[in-house]
């Protein structure tokens, strides 16, 4: 059964540079046909997609955060990151990655980590 | 603003049929695929592609999509339907993916 965990520091200060890293087991993040997804969720609020990376190192990102976001793998240690930086309170949420299937009309995520909240705070 | 949208909430009587709708350009191209999320949890995805379930989804779950509007029926819902429910799917581009704002269903 394949599992996601993310890892990373709970809190960040203002304008500095968030850090995640997802593991992945149970699998391969090498398997063709699937990106590796980051997702966030502001308390209370809605999901909102941040960005997705193929394990060649080929990636999407969220235009409203592309300026400020860069996701990597790592595929020796079978993990993706995620680098958020200039981070403002507006970034609090809980951070989730999960397996991104794309094929022709159709994409979903079908694997999803149980999540981690990050806050910004001084 | 998201470009997917959906109704912000919606109730159904327990055992009655509900739809959940997504709207938005893209479906007319892409089809929308839709989790489940309750409390404190990780999403759930229920239905992708034209009308899949993931193992262990029930079959009271189903999917369709018409011109710029996708659907998610729940036929029979049960109390422990009551739930967060998002759409996903590519923006019009087709370069990026965007949730739709999400359906808070109730069960009465």
């Known amino acids: 059964q394949l599992q996601l965990q993310e890892s990373g520091p709970g809190l960040v200060k203002p304008s500095e540079t968030l850090s995640l890293t997802c593991t992945v087991s149970?699998?391969?993040?090498?398997?063709?046909?699937?990106?590796w997804g980051w997702i966030r969720q502001p308390p209370g609020k809605g999901l909102e997609w941040i960005g997705s990376?193929?394990?060649?190192?080929?990636?999407y990102y969220n235009p409203s955060l592309k300026s400020r976001v860069t996701i990597s793998v790592d595929t020796s240690k079978n993990q993706f990151s995620l680098k958020l930086s200039s981070v403002t309170a507006a970034d609090t949420a809980v951070y989730y990655c999960?397996?991104?299937?794309?094929?022709?009309?159709?994409?979903?995520?079908?694997?999803w980590g149980q999540g981690t909240l990050v806050t910004v705070s001084s | 603003s998201s470009e997917l949208t959906q109704d912000p909430a919606v109730s159904v009587a327990l055992g009655q049929t509900v739809r959940i709708t997504c709207q938005g350009d893209?479906?007319?191209?892409?089809?929308a695929s839709w989790y489940q999320q309750k409390p404190g949890q990780a999403p759930v995805l229920v239905i992708y592609?034209?009308?899949n379930r993931p193992s262990g989804i029930p079959d009271r779950f189903s999917g369709s999509s018409s011109g710029n509007t996708a659907s998610l029926t729940i036929t029979g819902a049960q109390a422990e339907d009551e739930a967060d429910y998002y759409c996903?799917?590519?923006?019009?581009?087709?370069?990026?993916?965007?949730f739709g704002g999400g359906t808070k269903l109730t069960v009465l």
């Open positions: 893209s479906l007319r191209s892409y089809y």
């Open positions: 996903n799917s590519r923006d019009s581009s087709g370069n990026f993916w965007v």
């Open positions: 149970g699998g391969s993040i090498s398997s063709s046909s699937y990106y």
């Open positions: 592609g034209k009308n």
């Open positions: 990376i193929y394990y060649s190192g080929s990636t």
């Open positions: 999960a397996r991104q299937r794309i094929w022709f009309g159709e994409s979903y995520f079908d694997y």
